[in-house]
């Protein structure tokens, strides 16, 4: 009967030992875990430092681009005015040659 329960003890102590070495690993595990995701924080944040610098480029090249198309423009109005002044200018002067020649 000893010898029945120093094998049964035995065996149970086997399985206790195997549990603890089944959570020794699990510990482990959880270390590698939490060290993956202390890296992934880092990396979102290097990933959102990104995205800023990539949406301040973005809103800045907009703002200039509307600054120069404004510019362009009101250079056109500026060229078109000024050639309809000289058109008009051209006009009245052949219109007074026309009348000089006529008298």
């Not at 089944?22 to 880092?42: A, N």
């Not at 944040?45 to 423009?73: E, F, H, Q, R």
């Amino acid at each position: 009967m000893d010898a029945k329960l120093a094998a049964s003890e035995a065996r149970a102590e086997t399985k206790f030992v195997q549990l603890l070495g089944k959570l020794d690993l699990v510990v482990e595990r959880l270390g590698e875990i939490r060290k993956d995701v202390s890296d992934l924080d880092t990396k979102i944040g290097a990933v959102d430092d990104n995205t800023k610098s990539a949406k301040t480029l973005v809103i800045t090249t907009i703002i200039g681009t509307a600054i120069g198309v404004a510019g362009l423009a009101y250079a056109a109005v500026a060229i078109f005015q000024g050639g309809m002044g000289l058109s008009a200018t051209a006009y009245q002067s052949g219109m007074s040659a026309a009348e000089a020649k006529k008298k």
